[in-house]
Structure formats: C-alpha cells, structure tokens
C-alpha cells in the first residue's frame, strides 16, 4: 500500500534551521505533486509548499525566501529545507501526494495520501 514516513522534525531555536524528509513508497511519487503542510493547534491545516512532477514550485507568502522544497524522484524522495526559522512556524508538518501531476493551485481537497507527520517547534 501506499505510504509517506516523514522525517527530520524537532526542536530549533528560532533562526535555525531543519530540514525535513518524506519517503515514498507504494507506486506513487515520480507522477504525483507533492506539498508539505502544517497545522498548528487550533488552526486549520495549511498548505506551506509544494512541488509538481516536473519541480515547479509554489510557496505560501509566509514561507517564501526562507523554505525550499525539492524532491528525487529516483529516491522516491520529498524534502523541506527550513531556513530562517520562526516561533510561528511551530506545528505539526505533514507529507501529502496529490490525485495529479501539476496544478495552478494546489487544494487540500486534492491530496490523495497523508503521511503521520512530524512535529516542529521553533522556541523563541
């Protein structure tokens, strides 16, 4: 079956830096888009960057200069270098494929599969 382990999560002082990791496997990867999202407690989901089949990237305006997503697809490999890291980008991260290759604009609607996530937090 289909499954997304994250990893690389922790405890960072605030302008450290992490970087996450998401290993694919179960016949996806190389065709999907890929995203990372977070959730914070009490906040809803939310889609931080994503990566399409071909490497075109979009980032939410919070994350832009600071976050770079990228992927091997012969690794079956998504990553999330964290730079530059804030209080406020303490959450919850999450690995997510989606049904389709590229998109405009990537839904949450559209993510076929999760992975468990991994917890950052960003002390002050």
């Known amino acids: 079956q289909v499954q997304l382990v994250e990893s690389g999560g922790g405890l960072v002082q605030a302008g450290g830096s992490l970087k996450l990791s998401c290993a694919a496997s179960?016949?996806?990867?190389?065709?999907?888009?890929m995203g990372w999202y977070r959730q914070a407690p009490g906040k809803e989901r939310e889609l931080v960057a994503a990566?399409?089949?071909?490497?075109?990237?979009y980032y939410a305006d919070s994350v832009k200069g600071r976050f770079t997503i990228s992927r091997d697809n012969a690794k079956n490999m998504l990553y999330l270098q964290m730079n530059s890291l804030k209080p406020e980008d303490t959450a919850m991260h999450y690995c997510a494929a989606y049904k389709y290759g590229y998109s405009i604009r990537y839904y949450t609607s559209d993510v076929r599969y999760w992975g468990q996530g991994t917890q950052v937090t960003v002390s002050s």
């Open positions: 179960g016949g996806i990867f190389s065709s999907n888009a």
């Open positions: 990566i399409s089949s071909g490497g075109t990237t």
